[in-house]
């Protein structure tokens, strides 16, 4: 029987062997000439980091004054759109199409693995499990609109910095950046508030919730465009490229590169 195993371990090692790449790298420092993008990588992390945050602290309420209210993913989820506007203006819709899913699926992810623990048993000397609840144990419909919202929304607003980009020759990025944050923006607001509130509360409750949420997030655009200008063009240089996406599918979901 031993002597089975061991003829079985060695033809599966020679297997292995057989199959091997023919190039092998044995100093990780050999990897770096073959690294073109080295910046998409950690933009690509930062921006899924930044999308499951907002949705975990999006439940908090804070008064902004004038009778507005916004939640605390108002004030994170902006960063968001602002990478998204740096990854499309450096890399292209393709590339940036490819993040979007991403944070999309590692946020349900986190999402199933959050509702999996909330319906775990609790200890009875525990006494927490209203307050878990309560924090993280989101209704389905408020997930449906948060997750809606992103995809359009992020996908609308790409799609526009792509185009514009093209047809302004890649000048006056203030301008693009601005317009695809107030249009993706509007579209973003107004798909999580009908979602997530019609027939729960009234119509002008919506309509405060969408513009306070909306204007945040332009205002957080305006504000940090000097550091986009300032990004895009560290980026581009480090990277030596600068994509212009003239004969792309902008179908969002074609996860190719063309």
Known sequence: MGAVIFSYSKFIICQCKKSMPKTLISDPKELLPKQQLKFYTPLAMLFVSSFIAVNIVVQKIVPVGAG??????DFVYPLNYILSMILVEVYGYALSRRVIWSA????LV??????FSVILPEADSWGKQEQYVMILGRV??????????FLIGEFVGTYILAKIKVLMSGKHLWFRTLSATCIGQMVDSIVFTLIAFVGVISWY????????????KVIYQLLLTP????????????????????NINFNPFNLGLK
């Open 227 to 246: 550091v986009i200008y300032m990004l895009a063009s560290f980026l581009k240089k480090r990277e030596q490229i600068d994509i212009f996406d003239r």
């Open 110 to 115: 986190v999402v199933l693995v959050i509702l």
């Open 104 to 107: 999309f699926i590692c946020n």
């Open 140 to 149: 389905p419909r408020i997930l449906g609109a948060s997750f809606s919202a």
């Open 68 to 73: 507005l209210l916004l939640t605390a993913g």
């Open 205 to 216: 409750e919506i309509l405060i919730l969408s513009f306070g949420a909306y204007w945040c």
